[in-house]
């Protein structure tokens, strides 16, 4: 369920590197535990954001999450369609319901992140 | 619990049998979902739900002046009440605001039956029972504990439950009662509920309740019946437009105030809070309690601040999510004279200011027929 090729946060947000980008999505388990997400709001293309920042939010019909940027970096693309239709966060959160895309400041602090085992391991302790 | 511990209802098993998703509630562990909050509140429009009320509290009143007690504790008209049938009610302090809203049930001559909120049960009681002390011909009990109740919501629920009922379910009327058996079970069964839909609440002894749970699903399977669980409740009884404590009501609060100024018979006699009712009548309210329908994006949630020309006006007491409009509703408390159907709002969300519309309610009023 998790791919082994993202990287993962104890705030439930997934990171796939690409070169000197990432691309920023939340977890089929924050989705879960979100329920039906009906809005998202995500950042200005073009903003600077320090790690752990706050960039968006993500509501779903009882609650609202914030999103937080794993790392630092450029916003350099969000994605609209989700934006539109949050449908797709809640069908599709690993691929299609990707939400921001960066370039990164430096590789300073992915290797803080988890990979797919560790994030499973995380949410198996309980103390997600 | 003041021990900080959980209590369980008698459907526990039931809800982690049917992957209820369980959560701390009023000091109980309940249910917030089973399939899911959307599925289940469109079950419920269209087909039926099946939601655990057990938490709710029921407080047993008799004797022969226990008419006369109730006519003096709370607002609506008692001694209207027939046998078997129910109505909506307060508990109101000396300043007209309320403790609680309930249900009276009359069961008949001198023998009624309170259903209060969880989360106020204990207050209730010990306000209910300093006042039957003072009262002649009138004694109270706790009886939360001896029942399990469960709510049948849905434009299904009579197709549901008539086959399984010993007596004349669908001839009930809204807010009338009967007392029978369901599928052998003794059971208090009203047309009740707080959904905006036709349905039931069937009161049935704890040890009875899994039985009826598990028949009334069977039964149910073919109509499209779904377990449904407190996040679905809250959704739709937005939608209604129903107060809940805590949220549209409290101590801070008067019926006129909330919009459920039919539930006060001020010439019915005396009654407690009744002076401060009278004056405010007479005075006006200083605030209402109006709907509203987000235009722009996002969702207006609890305590969030309400503007109209920027200027601060009130507060939202209930926001969410409409599964049936598919737009984002909410109730606020505005000052009165910000109150207009129609008139634009903005509320403040999380340092951002979203534009809102006033509109009647309920948004949601279920189809005649």
């Known amino acids: 369920m998790y791919p082994s090729d993202y990287l993962y946060t104890q705030e439930h947000e997934w990171v796939r590197v690409e070169g000197d980008e990432c691309v920023v999505g939340i977890t089929a388990f924050a989705q879960e535990e979100?329920?039906?997400?009906?809005?998202?709001?995500?950042?200005?293309?073009?903003?600077?954001?320090?790690?752990?920042?706050?960039?968006?939010s993500i509501e779903s019909v009882k609650a609202v999450a914030?999103?937080?940027?794993?790392?630092?970096?450029?916003?350099?693309?969000?994605?609209?369609?989700v934006v539109d239709d949050a449908e797709i966060l809640n069908d599709d959160p690993h691929k299609a319901g990707w939400l921001v895309r960066l370039r990164l400041d430096s590789k300073d602090g992915i290797d803080q992140l988890m990979n797919a085992e560790a994030y499973k391991a995380f949410l198996d302790s309980g103390e997600s | 619990?003041?021990?900080?511990?959980?209590?369980?209802?008698?459907?526990?098993?039931?809800?982690?049998?049917?992957?209820?998703?369980?959560?701390?509630?009023?000091?109980?562990?309940?249910?917030?979902?089973?399939?899911?909050?959307?599925?289940?509140?469109?079950?419920?429009?269209?087909?039926?739900?099946?939601?655990?009320?057990?938490?709710?509290?029921?407080?047993?009143?008799?004797?022969?002046?226990?008419?006369?007690?109730?006519?003096?504790?709370?607002?609506?008209?008692v001694a209207r009440l027939q046998d078997g049938r129910a109505h909506y009610s307060g508990l109101l302090t000396e300043r007209g605001t309320y403790l609680d809203d309930l249900l009276v049930y009359r069961r008949?001559?001198?023998?009624?039956?309170?259903?209060?909120?969880?989360?106020?049960?204990?207050?209730?009681?010990?306000?209910i029972a300093a006042r039957a002390a003072q009262h002649e011909g009138v004694e109270v009990a706790d009886h939360s504990d001896d029942y399990a109740l469960l709510a049948l919501q849905g434009p299904k629920a009579v197709e549901i439950l008539a086959p399984l009922a010993s007596f004349d379910v669908a001839g009930l009327r809204y807010y009338g009662f009967g007392e029978g058996e369901v599928d052998g079970v003794q059971a208090l069964i009203s047309r009740?509920?707080?959904?905006?839909?036709?349905?039931?609440?069937?009161?049935?002894?704890?040890?009875?309740?899994?039985a009826v749970w598990n028949r009334l699903m069977a039964q149910g399977e073919s109509s499209g019946l779904l377990p449904a669980g407190l996040g679905a409740r809250d959704t739709l009884r937005l939608e209604a437009a129903m107060a809940l404590y805590g949220h549209e009501l409290d101590d801070t609060t008067t019926p006129f105030e909330a919009g459920l100024g039919w539930v006060v018979k001020i010439d019915k006699g005396e009654f407690l809070g009744r002076q401060a009712l009278v004056d405010q009548k007479a005075a006006g309210v200083p605030r209402k309690l109006i709907g509203f329908e987000v235009t722009g994006k996002g969702i207006a949630r609890e305590g969030h601040g309400v503007l109209v020309d920027g200027r601060a006006v009130g507060t939202v007491t209930?926001?969410?999510?409409?599964?049936?409009?598919?737009?984002?509703?909410?109730?606020?408390?505005?000052?009165?004279?910000?109150?207009?159907?129609?008139?634009?709002?903005?509320?403040?969300?999380?340092?951002?200011?979203?534009?809102?519309?006033?509109?009647?309610?309920?948004?949601?009023?279920?189809?005649?027929?």
């Open chain 1, 34 to 56: 979100l329920g039906e997400v009906v809005f998202v709001e995500l950042p200005e293309v073009g903003s600077k954001v320090a790690a752990g920042a706050e960039i968006g």
């Open chain 1, 66 to 81: 914030e999103l937080y940027s794993p790392v630092a970096g450029e916003i350099v693309a969000v994605n609209d369609e």
């Open chain 2, 108 to 127: 008949g001559e001198g023998e009624y039956l309170l259903v209060v909120n969880a989360a106020n049960r204990q207050s209730d009681f010990a306000h």
């Open chain 2, 192 to 210: 009740t509920g707080y959904t905006g839909e036709d349905g039931y609440e069937l009161y049935v002894a704890p040890q009875d309740a899994i």
């Open chain 2, 1 to 77: 619990m003041s021990d900080g511990t959980l209590r369980r209802t008698p459907l526990y098993e039931a809800h982690r049998a049917a992957g209820g998703k369980l959560v701390p509630f009023a000091g109980w562990e309940m249910p917030v979902q089973f399939s899911g909050l959307m599925e289940e509140h469109r079950a419920v429009r269209t087909a039926a739900g099946l939601f655990d009320v057990s938490h709710m509290g029921e407080i047993r009143v008799w004797g022969r002046g226990a008419e006369s007690f109730l006519q003096a504790l709370t607002p609506n008209d």
């Open chain 2, 318 to 369: 209930s926001g969410t999510w409409s599964p049936t409009f598919e737009k984002a509703l909410g109730l606020a408390y505005v000052e009165a004279d910000a109150a207009a159907i129609g008139g634009e709002i903005s509320l403040e969300v999380r340092g951002r200011s979203i534009p809102a519309r006033q509109v009647e309610t309920p948004f949601y009023r279920r189809p005649k027929g």
